[in-house]
């Protein structure tokens, strides 16, 4: 085998394993909705405990935009869900897969540094899926959802930072 042999196998084996990558990631449209459901669900509960344990006015303010945003991002996945007749999971598994993504926060003085914490990396995890879905996604409705939802994403991004770096 030539020199050239040994670079075009190495080429080769990596866009092999890129395009593995790529799409081991891409998630079915149902199983999209179903997660991206479930932490939507994570982070208004997470939201709520924290709305009821804080007293700070700034993780109030937070914690409302948020509630009422996730709740209407979930609401319009699953009215995209029934538009396109997607098999999703019942709603007690996605609330059960909903608990298992609840940041476990401390009580006392460190509840808000937590939460601000956990906020910054559930965003930044909820931001990369739906831009994920967004760029591998075919249903325009799905496509919508994420132009919609993004801004939104990135505003809570910007807040819990903001938060995190008041504590």
């Known amino acids: 085998m030539s020199r050239m042999a040994n670079p075009l196998r190495t080429a080769s084996l990596a866009l092999l394993l890129s395009l593995g990558a790529t799409s081991a990631f891409a998630q079915s449209p149902a199983a999209f909705i179903d997660d991206a459901s479930a932490k939507g669900i994570a982070d208004i509960e997470a939201s709520r405990m924290a709305h009821q344990k804080t007293s700070s006015k700034e993780v109030k303010d937070y914690t409302i935009v948020v509630i009422n ?37 401390p009580e006392g003085e ?15 995890e909820a931001i990369e899926q739906i831009q994920q879905q967004a760029q591998t996604s075919e249903v325009p409705e799905l496509q919508a959802f994420a132009e919609e939802t993004l801004p939104k994403l990135e505003n809570h991004l910007q807040m819990a930072r903001a938060l995190q770096a008041s504590r």
């Open 110 to 124: 460190a509840f808000d540094a937590a939460y601000a914490a956990s906020q910054v990396k559930a965003t930044e």
């Open 69 to 105: 945003d996730r709740t209407t991002a979930n609401q319009h996945l699953a009215k995209i869900a029934k538009q396109l007749d997607l098999p999703v999971a019942p709603r007690e598994e996605v609330l059960s897969k909903a608990k298992t993504m609840m940041p476990q926060v």
